[in-house]
């Protein structure tokens, strides 16, 4: 559907996701091989460790903040 289209009935066709590449060393991706749940596909697994990751700085962020 045109763009134009979408916004006559009231709409956006938004993305989902982004997808991404990258070059991960060898040991990282072996990490996550082995430790990743059985029914966890990798991009989950690193979904869900960028989401950790991100909550965990921005806690350190706002730790840092309160302390000034």
């Known amino acids: ?3 134009e289209a979408a916004s006559v009935f009231g709409y956006e066709k ?3 996701s ?5 070059q991960v060393p060898h040991e990282i991706a ?3 091989e082995t430790l ?4 966890e596909s ?3 697994f690193v ?3 960028l ?3 991100i909550k965990r700085r921005q806690r350190k962020k706002a730790k840092e903040s309160s302390e000034k």
């Open 1 to 3: 559907m045109p763009p």
């Open 36 to 39: 990743k749940e059985n029914d």
């Open 51 to 53: 989401e950790h990751e």
């Open 14 to 16: 938004r993305q989902v």
């Open 30 to 32: 072996e990490a996550v």
């Open 42 to 44: 990798t991009g989950q």
């Open 18 to 22: 982004s997808p991404w590449s990258a």
């Open 47 to 49: 979904v869900s460790a």
